[in-house]
């Protein structure tokens, strides 16, 4: 059993900034790729920003800039520092990991956290 718990969020005013976490537990024995994504009202989930094991990363155009993603290897966890703030950032912003279980071999799968809803207010 693998979990992705985020934490963090919330309503934040425009300029603001705040900070997201995201901590995998259970039965992990390596993460490939950890960041995030977001899902606006009626529209599909998007990348916000993801880092390989290694450090590299990448970050979709509108936050580029305003938003840092780092993490934590002997902790697996991964954090997305959020500055500079607009309306539009409004959304639910979901952890995203590629993890090798124990026992598992070279498979590699996919795991969500449930999502945590940051609001930015004008």
């Known amino acids: 059993q693998v979990q992705l718990v985020e934490s963090g969020g919330g309503l934040v005013q425009a300029g603001g900034s705040t900070t997201l976490s995201c901590a995998a537990s259970?039965?992990?024995?390596?993460?490939?790729?950890m960041g995030w994504y977001r899902q606006a009202p009626g529209k599909q989930r998007e990348l916000v920003a993801t880092m390989s094991r290694g450090g590299s990363t990448r970050y979709c155009d509108s936050v580029k800039g305003r938003f840092t993603i780092s993490r934590d290897n002997a902790k697996n966890t991964v954090t997305l520092q959020m500055d500079s703030l607009k309306p539009e950032d409004t959304a639910v912003f979901y952890c995203?990991?590629?993890?090798?279980?124990?026992?598992?071999?070279?498979?590699?799968?996919?795991?969500w956290g449930r999502g945590t809803q940051v609001t930015v207010s004008s």
């Open positions: 995203n990991a590629e993890i090798r279980r124990y026992g598992d071999g070279w498979v590699w799968r996919e795991y």
């Open positions: 259970g039965n992990v024995f390596n993460i490939n790729a």
